[in-house]
């Protein structure tokens, strides 16, 4: 049941008591030809019938919606659901029990209570792994008159909730294009303006070259040109989604990388992410941390062979030989990892890898290479 207001309705202990008197009544006065045998027996499959008819297609005056949080939720935090009413005159009592169903298969139950000026109904739900979880539907649960049915009554269709992969610390080293970039906007005379057109008066220690000419003759005084600074540098990262491994490792390692994400992206990179299944997604900036949290709330781990991601990666590399930073995270050492990440290193220098859990092997033969291997501990927070 997936829309509002489809109806389930199930017989009761009493409901196929009453149903199995009324038939053995029924049959006996078939027997018997006992007139008040079959009086009895027809009153109670006809007080069954209704009964059922009445929950099956009686009015329902509960339309509840769910509140769900829009931006991906931490996985382990415990979420708030929150249920009310939009029909006014609705009180906390007239409310039956609503049950819903969650990514485990169990049903919450409550009754409603007054939060605020309206009543509504919440219950907190803990969602300990990532992915993109559907909650729901919401069912109301009441009994039909006499008590011999159930009745089950979608009020509330089914939601989505998107758990992102747990933050943790990760060491980064700083890439080389970021250095310079730091040493440009933090030279002799202090951070650089942005505006690109202006000018301002010559201070001790801007560069000759920076003298723009036809200000200070304009103004009879030594005027020098605001440059607008380089942009920061686009950074590919490649998140290990192969499953050759614990589950675990595999969610540590997709972990390490949706961290080195948002720090990356807090330090003004332009993030490209690339799967080892050639999976390509962004570019994320600054500001687009929900929608790279939510991306990776939906990351899909595969098994089997991995496909040429080092080939699928060189063809989405800028024509700039050597100076785009690669960042690529690890959670196993494959059979072809040795040969693949050597490759990488050809088109761009030197890369930088994180490495989880089984990768720590690589470390050596990276670091040999020129890499910069920095490693993540399993039981870091």
């Known amino acids: 049941m997936r829309r509002r207001g489809q109806v389930a309705v199930r017989l009761t202990g009493r409901g196929w008591c009453l149903t199995g008197a009324g038939l053995a009544g029924l049959a006996l006065a078939l027997v018997f030809d006992r007139r008040d045998l079959l009086l009895v027996g027809l009153a109670l499959v006809i007080s069954v019938a209704a009964s059922w008819l009445v929950g099956r297609f009686g009015r329902n005056r509960l339309d509840l919606r769910r509140q769900l949080p829009v931006a991906p939720v931490a996985c382990g935090v415990r979420l708030p659901v929150v249920f009310h009413s939009p029909g006014p005159g609705l009180r906390a009592r007239d409310w039956p029990a609503v049950v819903d169903v969650t990514p485990t298969g169990v049903m919450r139950t409550g009754r409603a209570e007054v939060a605020g000026h309206s009543p509504a109904l919440v219950y907190w739900l803990g969602l300990g792994a990532r992915g993109a979880w559907r909650i729901g539907p919401a069912l109301s649960q009441h009994l039909s008159p006499l008590g011999v049915a159930c009745v089950r009554r979608v009020v509330c269709p089914p939601g989505q909730v998107l758990v992102s992969p747990r933050l943790i ?53 030594l005027m020098v040109r605001q440059d607008r600074p380089r942009s920061n540098t686009t950074v590919w990262l490649v998140v290990d989604t192969t499953q050759a491994g614990s589950a675990r490792q595999v969610e540590l390692a997709i972990s390490a990388a949706a961290s080195a994400l948002i720090r ?118």
């Open 169 to 221: 610390h990760v060491p980064l080293s700083p890439f080389p294009a970021e250095s310079q970039e730091r040493e440009t906007l933090l030279g002799r005379a202090g951070p650089l303006e942005l505006d690109p057109i202006s000018v301002r008066p010559y201070q001790v220690g801007d560069p000759r070259s920076r003298v723009h000419w036809r200000s200070t003759a304009r103004r009879a005084e």
């Open 264 to 381: 990356l992206m807090a330090k003004g990179h332009p993030v490209q992410v690339m799967t080892t299944f050639g999976q390509v997604l962004g570019p994320y900036g600054l500001g687009d941390q929900d929608l790279a949290l939510a991306d990776f709330a939906r990351l899909q781990v595969r098994s089997g062979p991995e496909p040429n991601w080092v080939a699928a990666l060189a063809d989405q590399l800028p024509l700039r030989e050597g100076e785009t930073p690669v960042l690529v995270v690890l959670g196993h050492a494959g059979g072809s990892r040795t040969q693949a990440l050597d490759r990488l290193a050809n088109l761009t220098g030197p890369p930088q890898a994180l490495l989880v859990g089984p990768a720590a092997a690589l470390a050596g033969t990276l670091t040999a290479n020129g890499w910069q291997v920095n490693l993540v501990r399993a039981d870091v927070t």
